[in-house]
């Protein structure tokens, strides 16, 4: 609990920069009334973009185009703002903080932000008049300044920063010459092939090289005139600019006794070794890392947001980054492992002509590390499927021609943006998806890129998305372009993600919708459409037995266990267990439609009897004549097992090999009544020949001479996708317990109306054979709490909503006036 | 002219959830939010005549069952992008009695754009 020390809490910040602002506007929106907040930062200005001090040197921004947030923000917003006050001093005993100046303020939450200093090569000279870092405005301004008046400018350091500022210098009309220490430009982000073609390219604009070449001296009397090199060789230089490295700032932090290695060791909620005192930015080490990328410090800052409001939810397990270069008119892009080892084998694409070089390190069809010249525009695909570990497998043979090959999206002539799903990155910095952009342009009717960077930061950082974000501005804004689904927030009444949202409702027992969404800070008090019934299934899941199911946060087939159609009225399709029916069952039917005057009884594609057309106020009358016969709901309208497809099997066919129908039959009731994040279809067919289509199922089952293969993630619809062959087993018992705890799983695992297609694409099926055939223990856990689950689903809804009046309500109408 | 006709009791509608009343001029849904608010709309969705008492019910706000176009409980108005707008009907709560105003003829509001 938070000790205060005046009305409210004091939160004092060191370092103006952008990760500790960062924080600081994420503590704003989550609650801007929690803390008194004072901000130091050494630099005499608000805070502005570091990023962009790369187009600024080039001219393309000036400083007034960079500040994030100027003075009057931190007016406006109640922060007092100490800027150009270094401080000097924490007081750990005493909670105070102490500044050059002689400022002095106590805290009871301290932010440490202070950044990297840029690393100086300590070399004779090193400390002569015209040897510039490349850090702050200040380094810029001295860079543009020498500009005007001196010609020769040497770069120390081809890197990322080195290359940037190169190219600003050369902009700015100086003539420039990089010293790098090793024969590969940007080593540390690109692979041979890549940086030869990336130093050919700048060549090419007039920018000079020495490489490998170690820096002997500076030379000089007062002011820099030359550099010396090992092997003796010298140029002549009227500025230097050191950009060869960056080392977190820990100076204040270490004085003060808080633990430091690298950097100021955090834990996974960024707090230091002092409770009362966190850390953001390049200064903190995390899990050994040290980040010198924005987008790992935004998402340090969210949670370290979380955690100074005490929400505490969220926790930081270090992150992925990935390169681009900004401002030298190449594309490049890289990201993981890009070297690769004997592990991985290496897909390449080369396009001399256009100047175009891919390569994806690939292992165990899994995206390990990617560098791309030339031709980025599938970066942002690459480094998503990177990160969730996406098995390619299914599309290796095309994937270096980019994701507009993927031959489904049926909108290969539209342009990059366009074609990018919407749980795709389009702003690596803010992590901002295409979907966020897409419901931030329509929900608020944006039309200007600077809308669109106020409601989603997209393209407010590097700003090397830019592109994309027009893209996106022109087709939404301009045209009828409608959003698909699966974006990757839960909706748009959070920012949680599916799993992040059920894994707090384990985590914190939550046991309502209410209790989550009031623990999830919903900024909508009852939710939406999409989030109510996907919290409903969540809780379900989680809680079995236990829950009480929220009608009203089902859809309406859910609600009314009948299908809608067009015109209001409803369909209602009988279980016909494995397919097979009898003829008191379709007695039953027949006097059922001619009782209700069914206009339409049609055999549906999953085998079994569709009556269309009846009245809602019918339905529980029907259901109790279709209950007498022993027909019970067949769930065609529910996020449930659907349909059991079989075929004749054993029993008659003279090819079949096992009974198939009777497996189908015995499938069909276990996982008859089951709630599931989409439908589920199963099938059975008797012998490969596979009349019973089970290899575009969700789980299905092919009899072979020796037992039976699984097969999982089929689907059918809308992209058809075979199964992938999970396992083959030897017994009818077998066949259920797989069968069991791959549903299972599916349920505790993928997103709602997410179906096992997609969420084996996403997962792997290495990790769903894992814990279903690999992990016997596992297995059989998995298989015998889908069991427990059953016992609470498997009371027929038709037949209470037929008996108990109560439960009526629903179906009437309610008065005629 | 107001003629309030009696419904049935708050009790009788779900919270977050909606009734339909039969009448001479096509049925009426009628929703309570989760303050208790009650708010009545013609049965049909502008786009497409979907019956909104079927939906989900979020606020003030219900999302039609057939193609989840959202519309405002108050108004009847869609909201944008969609443009459209299902005709009001009176709607009060006296003593946990639901009263619907039901005048013999009624011009109803026609959404402006
Ligand atoms: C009735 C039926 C068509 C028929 O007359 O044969 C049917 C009817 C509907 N299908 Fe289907 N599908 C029917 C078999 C299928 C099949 C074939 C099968 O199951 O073997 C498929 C492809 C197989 C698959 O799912 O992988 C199929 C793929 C779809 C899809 C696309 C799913 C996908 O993942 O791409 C949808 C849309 C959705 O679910 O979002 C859909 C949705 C629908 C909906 C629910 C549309 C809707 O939202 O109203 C239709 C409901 C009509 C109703 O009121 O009954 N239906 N639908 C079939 C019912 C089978 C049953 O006995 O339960
Ligand atoms: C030219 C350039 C280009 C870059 N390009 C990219 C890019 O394209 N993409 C990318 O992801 N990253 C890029 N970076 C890196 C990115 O800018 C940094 O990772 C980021 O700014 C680090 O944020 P921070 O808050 O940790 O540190 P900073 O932004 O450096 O903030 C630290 C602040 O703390 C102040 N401070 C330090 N000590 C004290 C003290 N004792 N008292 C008061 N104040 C103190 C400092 O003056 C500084 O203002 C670039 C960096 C530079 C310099
Ligand atoms: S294919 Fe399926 S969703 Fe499409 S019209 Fe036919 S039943 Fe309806
Ligand atoms: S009928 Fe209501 S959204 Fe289509």
């Known amino acids: ?817 | 002219m107001e003629t309030w006709v009696k419904i049935c009791r708050v009790a009788d509608i779900p919270r977050l959830g909606a009734r339909v009343v039969k009448s001479a001029r096509g049925d009426i849904a009628v929703f309570r939010t989760a303050n208790d608010e009650i708010f009545a709309l013609m049965d049909r969705c502008p786009h497409k005549a979907g019956p909104l008492s079927q939906g989900i019910v979020h606020g003030k706000r219900v999302t039609c069952p057939l193609h989840n176009w959202v519309l405002e409980l108050a108004d009847g108005n869609a909201l944008a992008p969609d443009v459209g707008c299902a005709p009001t009907v009176g709607a009060k709560i006296d003593e946990e009695d639901v009263y619907l105003d039901m005048p013999a003829a009624r011009t109803t509001p026609v959404a402006a754009e």
């Open chain 1, 1 to 817: 609990m938070l000790m205060k020390t005046g009305s409210k809490p004091k939160l004092v910040l060191i370092g103006n920069g952008m990760a500790g602002m960062r924080t600081i506007e994420e503590v704003l929106k989550i609650d801007a009334n929690m803390y008194d907040i004072t901000v130091f930062g050494a630099e005499p200005y608000g805070n502005y973009n570091r990023i962009m001090l790369s187009p600024v040197l080039a001219g393309d921004k000036t400083v007034d185009d960079i500040m994030i947030n100027d003075t009057q923000w931190y007016a406006d917003n109640g922060i007092t703002l100490h800027a150009g006050k270094t401080i000097t001093r924490v007081d750990r005993a005493k909670c105070v903080v102490e500044a050059d100046d002689g400022t002095v303020e106590p805290y009871d939450r301290l932010l440490l932000a202070t950044g990297s200093d840029p690393f100086i090569i300590p070399v004779p000279g090193a400390d002569l008049d015209g040897v510039i870092t490349f850090r702050d405005i200040h380094d810029v301004n001295r860079m543009m300044e020498a500009a005007k008046t001196k010609k020769h400018a040497v770069v120390i350091g081809g890197g990322l920063l080195g290359l940037e500022a190169a190219k600003g210098l050369m902009i700015q009309g100086m003539d420039v010459t990089v010293v790098h220490l090793m024969d590969c430009l940007m080593e540390r982000q690109l692979d041979p092939m890549a940086g030869g073609m990336l130093r050919r390219s700048l060549e090419d604009q007039g920018m000079k090289f020495l490489m490998p070449a170690s820096t002997q001296e500076i030379l000089g009397e007062d002011h820099v005139t030359g550099v010396r090199f090992a092997d003796g060789s010298e140029i002549p230089a009227d500025i230097v600019v050191m950009a060869v490295g960056i080392r977190p700032n820990i100076k204040l932090a270490q004085s003060a006794g808080i633990h430091c290695e690298r950097g100021v060791v955090v834990n996974d909620t960024m707090q230091t070794f002092d409770p009362r005192i966190y850390a953001v930015g390049e200064c903190v080490q995390h899990r050994k890392q040290t980040y010198g990328l924005v987008a790992p410090l935004f998402e340090q800052a969210r949670i370290c947001a979380n955690h100074l409001t005490e929400r505490c939810v969220l926790r930081y397990l270090g992150s992925v980054t990935s390169t681009k270069l900004k401002v030298t008119g190449i594309d490049l892009f890289s990201a993981g492992d890009f070297i690769g080892s004997d592990a991985t084998e290496d897909m390449t694409f080369r396009d001399p002509a256009r100047n175009i070089y891919k390569k994806l390190v690939i292992e165990e069809n899994r995206i390990k590390g990617a560098v791309m010249f030339g031709d980025t525009v599938d970066g942002a695909w690459y480094f998503q499927m990177m990160r969730d570990g996406t098995d390619i497998s299914a599309f290796r043979d095309t994937i270096l021609f980019g994701k507009a090959h993927l031959g489904d999206s049926g909108r290969g002539d539209q342009n990059q943006a366009m074609a990018m799903a919407d749980g795709d990155e389009v702003c690596g910095c803010n992590g901002v998806c295409k979907g966020d952009i897409v419901a931030a342009i329509t929900k608020n009717k944006l039309y200007t890129l600077d809308d669109v960077r106020t409601h989603t930061k997209a393209s407010s950082s590097c700003g090397s998305c830019t592109g994309l974000v027009e893209q996106l501005l022109a087709a939404t804004a301009g045209g009828d372009y409608s959003a698909t689904p699966k974006e990757k927030p839960l909706c748009k009444c959070t920012d949680r993600t599916h799993e992040e949202v059920r894994r707090v409702i384990l985590e914190q027992s939550l046991k309502t919708i209410p209790e989550v969404m009031s623990f999830l800070e919903w900024s909508n008090p009852d939710g939406c459409a999409s989030c109510r019934p996907a919290l409903n299934y969540y809780l379900l899941c989680a809680w079995p037995g236990e829950y009480i199911d929220d009608q009203q946060s089902r859809f309406i087939n859910e609600r009314a266990h009948a299908n809608i159609q067009k015109d209001g009225t409803y369909s209602v399709v009988p279980r016909m267990w494995g397919g097979v029916t009898n003829p008191k069952e379709l007695r039953a039917i027949a006097d059922v439609a001619d009782k209700f005057d069914i206009p339409t009884v049609k055999v549906t594609g999953g085998q079994r009897i569709d009556l269309l057309g009846v009245k809602k106020d019918d339905l529980p009358a029907v259901w109790a004549d279709l209950n007498a016969a022993g027909l019970v709901s067949g769930h065609a309208y529910g996020k449930a097992l659907r349909t059991v497809k079989t075929c004749v099997g054993s029993e008659w066919c003279r090819f079949g090999v096992q009974d198939s129908t009777r497996m189908g039959v015995d499938l069909e009731k276990m996982c008859w009544g089951t709630w599931t994040p989409h439908k589920v279809k199963l099938a059975v067919s008797g012998c490969p020949r596979n009349c019973a289509e089970a290899t575009i199922k969700d789980f299905g089952v092919v009899a072979v001479d020796s037992g039976w293969e699984l097969h999982v993630g089929g689907n059918g619809g809308m992209k058809v996708r075979k199964t992938d062959l999970l396992c083959k087993v030897k017994t009818p018992e077998e066949v259920l317990e797989y069968c069991g705890a791959y549903l299972q799983l599916y349920r505790e695992e993928a997103y709602y109306l997410e179906r096992t297609a997609p969420w084996i694409e996403r997962v792997g099926l290495e990790s769903v054979k894992q814990r279903v055939v690999e992990d016997a223990e596992g297995r059989k856990a998995l298989y015998e709490r889908f069991l427990y689950s059953q016992s609470f689903s498997q009371d027929d809804p038709w037949a209470a909503r037929a008996r108990q009046a109560e439960l009526q309500s629903e179906f009437r109408t309610l008065a005629a006036v």
